[in-house]
């Protein structure tokens, strides 16, 4: 009897044993596990979120148009009278405003077939003495305000005009080449210029001497 229940309460202690030994091992993996978990957790927070990569096209830069295109343009324009040199096919009169009006010339280059620069020239009117004894002079004198207000309105309209007409993407907009305009007036002496650049284009204004008379050059370069 006795050794019945020293057999029996010797095989509860060993299950006992053995439950103990399996709720240990239980417990130790779910302790890693969790330990696992949240040392994965913080990596995961820690680590900046990938920033997506930004793909940003290039900025439209100014292209000259077709040579035929731009010759079109110039004859068809109803803002100044346009005729073409007969020993020239690249240089124009361009007349603005009722007759006489102010006659400006355009000398244009054509690079692989499209308008690569501009070159236009306004007249700058002499000044005559108010008080000369020659009754022409006295009138030129007083007229020379009138002219100066409209070669202004020519250099704007037509510079607003050519300018973009040239530029094949549509880059120039109005208000930029109307500020090279204004700029380009405020010019009186050949001390003077103004230029700039932008958009894969440049403007350039002096003033200078051409056969014995003062001129207003604006040039206009289309870049590669």
Avoid at 19 to 42: I, K, Q
Avoid at 104 to 130: I, R
Avoid at 180 to 193: C, T
């Amino acid at each position: 009897m006795k050794r019945l229940l020293s057999r029996q309460l010797l095989n509860i202690v060993f299950l006992a044993l053995i439950v103990a030994g399996a709720l240990t091992v239980y417990f130790l993996s779910r302790g890693s596990l969790s330990r696992s978990s949240m040392e994965a957790a913080a990596s995961f927070t820690a680590s900046p979120a990938a920033s997506p990569t930004v793909y940003r096209s290039a900025a439209p830069r100014a292209q000259g148009v077709p040579k035929a295109v731009f010759t079109t343009h110039l004859a068809a324009s109803e803002l100044y009278r346009a005729t073409v040199s007969a020993d020239d096919p690249n240089l124009w009169t361009l007349c603005y405003g009722e007759q006489p009006g102010i006659e400006s010339t355009l000398q244009f280059t054509v690079d692989g077939g499209a308008v690569s620069s501009l070159e236009l020239s306004f007249p700058v009117p002499p000044e005559y003495d108010a008080e000369s004894e020659s009754a022409i002079e006295r009138y030129l004198a007083g007229a020379r305000d009138e002219i100066l207000e409209t070669r202004a309105e020519a250099v704007r309209a037509i510079l607003c005009d050519l300018l973009p007409a040239s530029d094949l993407n549509g880059v120039l907009s109005q208000a930029r080449v109307r500020l090279w305009a204004e700029k380009s007036l405020q010019i009186d002496s050949r001390n003077d210029d103004y230029s700039q650049s932008d958009g894969g284009c440049s403007f350039l204004a002096y003033q200078s001497l051409q056969d014995g008379n003062e001129v207003l050059v604006c040039l206009f370069f289309l870049e590669d």
